[in-house]
T-cell receptor, first 116, second 113 residues
């Protein structure tokens, strides 16, 4: 049981390049999330999805787009990478009303992204 | 403005003693609180949670205390073990916003053997 898998684990981009981060979960979770973690700060929510075909903005959505075409996958795209987007990106998933039922979010191991 | 604050960037404790990690929040709408543990190069893993209707929740060596009037929660680890050395994140959620978590900046715990 892999849980939440993120690919790639590391990537270096040049300013202005585009890329897509992939998140896959095998727990049949309804909700999926993308966070970024920066030094001295906690994880901040970028975008999230409450089900296949739906997405919503989180706390820091600018410069990112997402898609949830399949229930098990949640993609995070950077159309034109900027140095300010250098960060560690975490994907997470949970059951529909995860916190109400006491079911927490499950996280992947992260993607370390550097933009030069 | 940070809604969830962990004011101690790091904590060092001797093996076998108690570790106490603290967290303060400002948003009175928060009604669910969680602690996550994170090792280097891994994602956060859920540790323990507490609903605002309770003031204490215990799971083995881990106990979380919630003081709603002070908007403060703490995580107690007794006894501390070297394997507990990690970054601990406090997180909070408001029922109105469902599963959207707000995280603190984390506290690095070092348990010395």
């Amino acid at each position: 049981n892999a849980g939440v898998t993120q690919t790639p684990k590391f990537r270096v981009l040049k300013t202005g390049q585009s890329m897509t981060l992939l998140c896959a979960q095998d727990m049949n979770h309804e909700y999926m999330y993308w966070y970024r973690q920066d030094p001295g700060m906690g994880l901040r929510l970028i975008h999230y999805s409450v089900g296949e075909g739906t997405t919503a903005k989180g706390e820091v959505p600018d410069g990112y787009n997402v898609s949830r075409l399949k229930k098990q996958n949640f993609l995070l795209g950077l159309e034109s990478a900027a140095p300010s987007q250098t960060s560690v990106y975490f994907c997470a998933s949970s059951y529909g009303q995860g916190l109400v039922l006491g079911q927490p979010q499950h996280f992947g191991d992260g993607t370390r992204l550097s933009i030069l | 403005d940070q809604q969830v604050k962990q004011n101690s960037p790091s904590l060092s404790v001797q093996e076998g003693r108690i570790s106490i990690l603290n967290c303060d929040y400002t948003n009175s709408m928060f009604d669910y609180f969680l602690w996550y543990k994170k090792y280097p190069a891994e994602g956060p893993t859920f540790l323990i949670s507490i609903s605002s209707i309770k003031d204490k929740n215990e799971d083995g060596r881990f106990t979380v205390f919630l003081n709603k009037s002070a908007k403060h929660l703490s995580l107690h680890i007794v006894p501390s073990q070297p394997g507990d050395s990690a970054v601990y994140f406090c997180a909070a959620s408001a029922g109105e916003y469902g599963n959207k978590l707000v995280f603190g900046a984390g506290t690095i715990l070092r348990v010395k053997s």
